[in-house]
């Protein structure tokens, strides 16, 4: 129990609060014949003042008498004051009797030598007797029971010792011994002592030795024998009675009291008090208390109302707080009635029950209902009273379900289901019957609303069961969530800068495509297409315009859509069409259409601009069944387009470098690097008119531990696309340079030349790497050579001639190689800070058999020299070319037909070997 937050200062509150008003529940009957003078007093507690004139009377009403005999008897509840001081007194009688008793012996001539033996008799037996039952009485509140026994043993013994003539005493004296253990005890008891005294009275009267001992005995007997059965028997019915009735009254689940009007204490209360206050029944009596004594102080008014009752209606109930023995406050209901006991006065008696865990179960049944009334989420309580749906009502509704319901809403509790319109309109009724049948919940999870006027709302709906044919139907508005994920799910699929669905979007849908045409045994084909030079319009214009040209380029690309097509963008520069139905006839058709649609000018802050574009095509089923492969083929198919520069192409398998083995090697290049399985190999130059060995090509290769010797065309270009060209960059450098040092130490003198990508011009520390490295070996930087190819060099001229700056103001030198096969023009050629340039090694191979390679040649050493360039022919491998070369004047060489690249361990051999044998 909570306990309040004021406590009662003690435990006599008696004092008039007059007009106090509390609840109270009445019947019809009301109380008669109330004299005017009690209803003036009179407090409807057993704390009324004690000045009331009734209180003098003594109530011969049956339950008066019942309480007041179980308490003589069992102890079980205090006595009425007169009778335990009729009790003291008889026992204090005893004590004082036996005591004078002892001088009188003393005195009384007539006893003669027995006056001794008497009083002695009397001193040590009779009085501390006396003396423990007084103290008995005092502690326990009620006799010994076995002191009729003892008395008539006593008595006859003493008996004993009186002259004959006195001794026609003992037989009377036992006599009353007996009648007032039958009286008392009934007829068990009363047997018992009434053998004994007359066995005690035998050995007394031959003892004392009078003459008419047997006439005395006789009538004793007889006397005694009456008394048993007469008295006693009716005694130990009476007591039997009573337990009884005691044992019902405490069997009530109640505390069953009684208070006479204008009494202060209870008069009786029942032994039930102990289970529930934990008070003794007799503490009542004897400390005097009442109800209003233990009752909460905010609860007196209960009591404390005695102006209206004369006009109150009864029984009376009330309920209040009181505080048990160990200090709980528990709530009890009081029924109470006001009975007239004859001439005796009026009384007071109810029937007290402990109803704290029903004021809790309330406390708490109001705080859940609080609780759930302030819940947003709409909840209604339902009920069915047979198994016909349309028997269902409405048993209570929250806030929230009256605002959600609407207009039905109002007055809802009580009504028929199948009244409520938006009700009637499902099927809910039919479900709710089935969870009513089964028990289990039923759940429906973002349905739209079943009211009509918010049908574009959705809810989730769940039914469960409740006791004795009753359900709960929660409603919970779930709208937001719904539309913010179906938001969130159109922005996840679909581009937020051209609106067009994005690669999530064309893999689902293609996907659903690629499988409704396995079953149709039709085509799907899919078109991948690539801006070309797009960062260029990013870096000249910034990415605002860059941005425009995409949604421009998107907007045109949408109005190609026909039916079940569909337009993507797949990010940065690239996207996609899907084609379905698509065979080769029509996707060809619209990638012509498309590379002119793409090709059309467009006007980007102020300027006019004409995009291109690469574009791949990939049918399905003959290129791939799946919508991941098919992206990667149509994919190649756009970068084979984009390197042979011929707008569109379909996908070859035979162009296709896209393998296992190469997303293997793509996986394991990192470990590579750590694990230091990348060597470098050195092949020779030589320079043809001296015919001796000049420099060397650094050329990187992978020593894979499963796979063995990688090439490095077969691997270069997975760095780029794993973002590591820069460190393997670095790594080649820096054991060229370590190698150059070495060479020196060992007196042999040459250039090194290492390759470059176009990615590496763009690691802004390369070139203060490359002058450190120098710096640490000692090196001078004239002697180490960088090349980079003619084509990647056009694709970005910018950065690349910025870079070539950077190394040629460190005294590096430059190359281009494979020149010949880009679109670069003389203009920029002269541009670029370059110190040579190297034939492909596609034209010098072919000199012998091709007339035209032959030209070609003989022109790029001419304009070589004409710019005051070295010129070097690679892919040397025969004889007869070389001598060729020497004839046009190409300076230097290197090919096969000199040395393969081989480890750094056998270049000083050949260096020997080419000093040695001097080409002349």
Avoid at 10 to 28: C, E, S, W, Y
Avoid at 123 to 129: D, E, F, I, R, Y
Avoid at 168 to 188: D, H, K, Y
Wanted: charged residues 25%; contains cysteine; negative net charge.
């Amino acid at each position: 129990m909570v306990e309040p937050n004021r406590q009662p200062t003690g435990i006599a509150l008696h004092q008039h609060k007059r007009g106090v008003a509390h609840p109270l529940r009445f019947d019809r009957h009301k109380v008669p014949g109330l004299p005017p003078m009690v209803s003036r007093r009179v407090v409807l507690s057993a704390s009324a003042p004690r000045h009331d004139p009734m209180a003098r009377h003594r109530s011969r009403h049956p339950l008066t008498r019942l309480r007041r005999r179980l308490a003589h008897l069992s102890g079980t509840a205090g006595a009425p004051r007169w009778t335990r001081r009729v009790l003291r007194l008889v026992a204090g009688l005893r004590v004082v009797a036996s005591g004078l008793a002892v001088p009188a012996a003393l005195l009384w001539n007539r006893l003669g030598d027995q006056r001794l033996s008497l009083a002695l008799g009397l001193a040590l037996v009779a009085l501390p007797w006396n003396v423990f039952v007084l103290e008995h009485l005092r502690r326990q509140r009620t006799w010994p029971r076995w002191t009729g026994p003892v008395d008539a043993l006593i008595v006859a013994g003493l008996g004993a010792l009186l002259p004959a003539g006195a001794w026609p005493l003992i037989p009377v004296l036992l006599t009353g011994v007996v009648a007032m253990e039958a009286a008392r005890n009934g007829f068990s008891v009363s047997a018992v002592t009434a053998v004994t005294a007359l066995a005690a009275a035998t050995v007394s009267g031959i003892v004392a030795g009078p003459d008419t001992t047997a006439v005395l005995l006789v009538g004793q007997a007889l006397t005694a024998a009456a008394l048993v059965v007469a008295v006693g028997r009716l005694s130990e019915e009476t007591r039997s009675t009573l337990h009884r009735l005691g044992a019902v009254m405490d069997g009530v689940p109640g505390i069953v009291w009684e208070s006479r009007l204008g009494e202060g204490e209870l008069a009786f209360v029942s032994g039930h008090v102990r289970e529930v206050l934990g008070y003794a029944p007799w503490e009542f009596s004897a400390r005097k208390l009442g109800w209003a004594d233990l009752v909460h102080p905010d609860d007196q008014g209960v009591f404390l109302d005695s102006s209206r009752i004369d006009r109150m209606t009864w029984p009376l109930v009330r309920e209040f707080r009181i505080r048990a023995r160990d200090g709980r406050w528990l709530w009890l209901r009081d029924t109470v009635r006001m009975e007239r006991d004859g001439e005796n006065g009026w009384f007071l008696r109810g029937v007290a029950v402990d109803i704290s865990e029903v004021r809790e179960a309330e406390r708490r049944a109001r705080r859940f209902a609080d609780i759930v009334d302030r819940m947003q989420t709409p909840l209604f309580i339902l009920e069915m009273s047979d198994a016909d749906p349309n028997s269902l009502i409405f048993l209570r509704a929250n806030a929230a379900a009256v605002r959600w319901s609407g207009p039905d809403g109002q007055d809802l509790a009580g009504r028929r289901a199948v009244d409520v319109a938006w009700f009637d309109t499902t099927d809910l009724a039919t479900d709710i019957a089935e969870v009513i049948r089964t028990g289990e919940p039923r759940e429906w999870t973002e349905i739209p609303s079943p009211i009509p006027s918010r049908s574009d709302r959705f809810v989730n709906l769940e039914i469960w069961a409740l006791d004795n044919g009753c359900v709960a139907m929660s409603v919970d508005d779930v709208t937001t969530r719904v539309r913010a994920r179906a938001d969130q799910r159109r922005e996840s699929l679909h581009d937020p800068l051209t609106g067009l669905p994005n690669r999530a979007h064309l893999l689902d849908r293609l996907e659903a495509v690629l499988a409704s045409a396995a079953e149709r045994q039709s085509e799907v084909a899919l078109l991948v297409i690539d801006l070309d030079e797009f960062k260029e319009v990013n870096d000249t214009l910034g990415h605002l315009h860059g941005d425009d040209l995409l949604c421009e380029v998107g907007r045109r690309l949408a109005g190609l859509r026909r039916g079940d097509d569909l337009v993507a963008r797949l990010g940065g520069d690239e996207f996609a069409i899907l084609l379905y139905p698509g065979d080769a006839e029509r996707a060809e058709s619209m990638a012509g259409v498309t590379m002119d649609l793409i090709g059309r000018p467009l006007e980007l802050n102020g300027l006019h601009v004409q995009a291109r574009a690469s574009l791949g095509i990939a049918i399905a089923p003959h290129d791939a069944t799946d919508s991941h492969e098919l992206m990667q083929k149509a994919e190649v198919a756009m970068y084979q387009a984009k390197a042979q520069r011929q707008g569109w192409s379909r996908y070859s398998s035979g162009d296709d470098r896209f393998t296992l083995r190469r997303l293997t090697l793509l996986g394991e290049l990192p470990r590579a690097l750590d694990e230091d399985q990348l060597v470098v190999q050195y092949q020779p130059k030589i320079d043809l008119t001296e015919g001796r060995v000049v420099g060397v090509e650094a050329l990187v290769r992978w020593v894979h531990p499963e796979m063995g010797m990688i090439r490095p065309d077969e691997f270069i270009e997975l760095t780029e696309v794993a973002g590591l060209i820069n460190r393997l960059t670095r790594i080649v450098l820096r054991k060229s340079l370590d190698q150059l040092r070495e060479w020196d130490r060992a007196g042999i003198h040459l250039d090194v030349a290492v390759n470059l990508s176009v990615r590496n011009f763009h690691d802004r520390g390369l070139a203060e790497f490359i002058g450190s490295e120098l710096a640490r070996n000692r090196l001078d930087p004239h002697r180490l050579m960088l090349e980079i190819t003619e084509s990647e060099v056009m694709d970005d001229v910018v950065v690349a001639t910025t870079m070539m700056q950077k190394l040629s103001a460190l005294g590096i030198r430059t190359s281009i190689d494979d020149f010949g096969t880009g679109n670069s023009s003389l203009t920029r050629l002269r541009q670029l800070p370059i110190d040579e340039i190297k034939i492909d090694r596609s034209f010098v191979g072919d000199m012998a058999t091709n007339q035209n390679d032959a030209v070609i040649v003989k022109s790029i050493i001419d304009l070589g020299h004409n710019l005051d360039l070295e010129v070097v022919a690679e892919g040397v491998e025969d004889e007869w070319t070389l001598e060729n070369l020497v004839t046009l004047g190409c300076d230097r060489a290197q090919g096969y037909f000199f040395q393969r690249p081989v480890p750094a361990a056998e270049i000083p051999d050949f260096v020997g070997e080419m000093d040695r044998s001097r080409i002349t």
